[in-house]
């Protein structure tokens, strides 16, 4: 994927047609060295078996795939990417062989490698940038902040008064969630195959009762991994602290039980006690409140004889 748009785009309009200060099409320089592009299906010039495109030799792109699918190969690598996913590569001039997706759209970010430099450093990066840089495609987990940033990106691209300040403020806090995604990943690369199984094994164990979570001591205990490990890991693994991801998987059920059940059955249900608490929890992660949701999954809602 990662010369995708360097094609769509690079190639479209040169650099310096793209410093100038308004929007072309979906794709738009915002600094020197740094761009910001939203392909789809119907800006890539293929046939219902798919395409073949060269890549560039100038930017590390950053994708994310918004809907659809991404299936490629370049040198005997497949790459396959769903909603959601996200890498960065350098395609180094190679062929991209894809394949055709009527849903794709993605949103993607091409910054050259002294501007990268400059911006976020070998750290955060990853990247050393004292070696010349060769053909590579790094993958990174789900992230949600970057997701958000992504969807700010897409806004603002589409609004019809064009807001060059915002968009470049969006583009960069998107870069750096980015960036800490892959960061993340690296990290897990780290963690032995044993250490992951018991963490797999920690995820399964803490959503086994969701109206009641176990400790983190019982589930250290459980796995056998001390409690110091077991936190690092999950969150390197699973993307959140132990607690947000078992309070997330519980409003998830919630959200589920409310087609069925009143707001205080599903709040009893799901081991609240106290229902206003519920509620907030509720609220947190849907922005709305249970009996809202209810409203929403129950047509019939103003017939129904349950209270709630």
Same mark, same amino acid.
């Given at each position: ?71 490629? #190969? ?119 195959? #044993? ?114």
């Amino acid at each position: 994927m990662c010369s995708k748009m360097a094609n769509l785009s690079v190639n479209h309009k040169s650099s310096n047609e793209l410093q100038a200060t308004n929007f072309i099409s979906n794709c738009f320089e915002i600094q020197p060295g740094l761009i910001v592009s939203i392909s789809s299906a119907t800006d890539i010039e293929s046939t219902n078996s798919g395409a073949t495109m060269a890549g560039d030799r100038e930017y590390i792109h950053f994708n994310h795939l918004l809907q659809g699918k991404f299936a490629a #190969r370049v040198k005997d690598v497949a790459l396959t990417c769903y909603a959601g996913d996200i890498n960065m590569g350098f395609s180094d001039g190679e062929l991209f062989h894809t394949q055709h997706s009527e849903d794709f759209c993605n949103l993607e970010i091409m910054i050259k490698p002294c501007v990268l430099h400059d911006i976020a450093g070998e750290k955060l990066s990853g990247i050393n940038f004292d070696h010349e840089i060769g053909f590579f495609i790094k993958k990174g987990i789900s992230c949600p902040k970057a997701k958000t940033a992504a969807s700010r990106i897409v806004s603002l691209i589409k609004q019809s008064i064009h807001r060059p300040l915002l968009l470049h403020s969006a583009t960069l806090e998107y870069l750096y969630w980015h960036l800490c995604a892959l960061e993340v990943e690296r990290s897990r690369e780290h963690l032995s195959a #044993r250490e992951k199984r018991q963490l797999s094994v920690a995820k399964d164990y803490l959503i086994n009762d969701l109206s009641s979570p176990p400790t983190i001591g019982e589930l250290a205990k459980t796995v056998g991994l001390n409690q110091c490990k077991l936190k690092r890991g999950f969150k390197i693994v699973f993307g959140k602290s132990i607690y947000a991801y078992f309070q997330e998987e519980r409003m998830h059920r919630a959200m589920d039980l409310l087609k069925n059940n009143n707001v205080t059955e599903t709040a009893m249900i799901l081991g609240y006690s106290n229902f206003s608490h519920f509620s907030t929890a509720f609220r947190k992660q849907f922005g709305l409140l249970p009996k809202e949701a209810r409203r929403e999954l129950v047509p019939d809602f103003k017939f129904c004889l349950k209270p709630g």
